[in-house]
């Protein structure tokens, strides 16, 4: 028999209130399947086939009561951990006074998390405007920056992804997007940024497999960048919000952004997603507008809870702790690497963002399963491990990572 989603649904809540926290209850078995035979979702992505039931913290439970450790917040969202009960309780309260609101409006909450924004990213006097996806906000800078600059071509370096769809796209229509390979010094004479509305600046590529790059050449961009009109827009989508042991990724170097974006961390799971843009910026914007309607502006209920991650990640010492954490971890890595020289070819690392890269005769994707059958859900992608975890992970699940790993590098 499947079960109706209601009826799962109240199954789930009536065993999770006689469960205890540490144990995920047993809810269905093979027997007794939960999912039809015939999957009515679009196949975007490929799943496990693994039902989820329950998430909290830095572990996810599937409805045979298998515990997994999210080597990957999900899809590097959750930076303060599933299920956040500072972050519920918000959403909760909230939810009760306004969820969204029309254009006629101003709302308080909004304005706030800009001012916290604008702070944090130095762009005092500047005005920011709230969304809901990372690529939202990415094609939103961009249609900004060709509008201002009157430009029509973008400057990216290799293995960014910028936007799931439109000027941040990469496909062969795109036809604005010029790529720069990372670290190319010399490939950058050739570059008249003249031609350029905006170099869109992702300070770690998750996309790209965990590359960061040099800071000479990614200061040079930002010089040339400045000289000739072309704006700086740094994506934090993923690297935003502590991800890389510091507040944003782009403090790693020594440049100051015209806008900033950031999506995923910045709603710990809910979707909300901001682009702060300098003084000048909202400056020239105030000469020549455009209108810009998307009916999840601004909302109310994600500004909320990204005022309250900000509070948090203020207040609770977590980005030293990713910085910690994110330092044994890769030590741990390194050790791997080292007894295993034929098999990690390279180690890469920022924060709590990893990567083990394998040989290329190393067949990564069945250890990438392994890992998972053992309860570790890691990213893979081109033969690269990527852990990306809550950045509230201890040293004690590292521990338990590496040795599995371990054990499944041995094995081969
Ligand atoms: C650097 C970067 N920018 C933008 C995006 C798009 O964000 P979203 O998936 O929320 O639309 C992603 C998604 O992974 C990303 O990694």
């Known amino acids: 028999m499947i079960l109706g989603w209601w009826e799962s649904r109240q199954l789930i809540i009536m065993a999770l209130r006689g469960g205890t926290k540490q144990s995920s209850p047993v809810l269905f078995t093979k ?35 298998k515990q997994y450790t999210d080597f990957d917040s999900g899809v590097w969202c959750v930076n303060l951990g599933h299920n956040h009960s500072g972050i519920n309780r918000v959403l909760q309260e909230q939810m009760n006074i306004s969820v969204h609101h029309g254009y006629k409006f101003r709302n308080l909450l909004s304005e706030h998390l800009s001012e916290k924004l604008l702070g944090l990213n130095n762009l005092s006097g500047g005005q920011s405007v709230f969304l809901s996806s990372g690529s939202e906000v990415v094609n939103l800078s961009i249609t900004l920056a060709k509008h201002l600059t009157g430009r029509n071509r973008i400057l990216k370096t290799d293995n960014s ?30 570059i008249d940024f003249r031609e350029f509305a905006a170099y869109v600046f992702e300070p770690g590529t998750s996309f790209g497999l965990i590359r960061f790059p040099d800071p000479d050449f990614v200061e040079l961009i930002a010089r040339k960048a400045r000289e000739a009109g072309c704006f700086l827009i740094a994506d934090e989508v993923t690297t935003g919000l502590g991800r890389t042991g510091k507040w944003f990724g782009y403090q790693h170097y ?88 034929g098999k990690i070819a390279d180690v890469r690392a920022r924060g709590l963002m990893l990567a083990a890269e394998l040989v290329a005769d190393i067949d990564g994707e069945s250890i990438s399963n392994r890992l998972f059958d053992d309860g570790f859900v890691v990213g893979f992608k081109q033969n690269v491990l990527r852990f990306m975890p809550p950045l509230t992970i201890t040293n004690k699940e590292t521990d338990l990572l590496v040795d599995a790993l371990e054990r499944n590098l041995s094995a081969l």
């Open 161 to 190: 992804y910028l936007s799931a769809y439109g000027h941040g796209q990469i496909s062969d229509q795109n036809t604005g997007l010029q790529t720069v390979k990372m670290n190319d010094i010399e490939a950058l004479s050739q």
């Open 31 to 65: 027997n007794q399947p939960l999912l039809s035979m015939t999957n009515p979702i679009i196949p975007f992505y490929q799943s496990t086939g693994k039902v989820v039931v329950r998430s909290d913290g830095f572990h996810q439970y599937d409805s045979e009561g």
């Open 254 to 341: 020594n440049i100051q952004p015209d806008m900033v974006v950031c999506g995923k961390a910045m709603g710990n799971g809910y979707p909300v997603s901001s682009l702060s843009v300098s003084a000048e910026i909202a400056r020239q914007f105030e000469k020549s507008q455009f209108r810009y309607a998307q009916s999840h502006q601004n909302d109310p209920l994600g500004c909320a809870v990204a005022l309250e991650v900000i509070r948090i990640f203020g207040e609770s010492g977590i980005i030293r702790h990713c910085h910690e954490t994110g330092c044994y971890f890769r030590e741990k890595l390194e050790g791997l690497k080292n007894r295993f020289p």
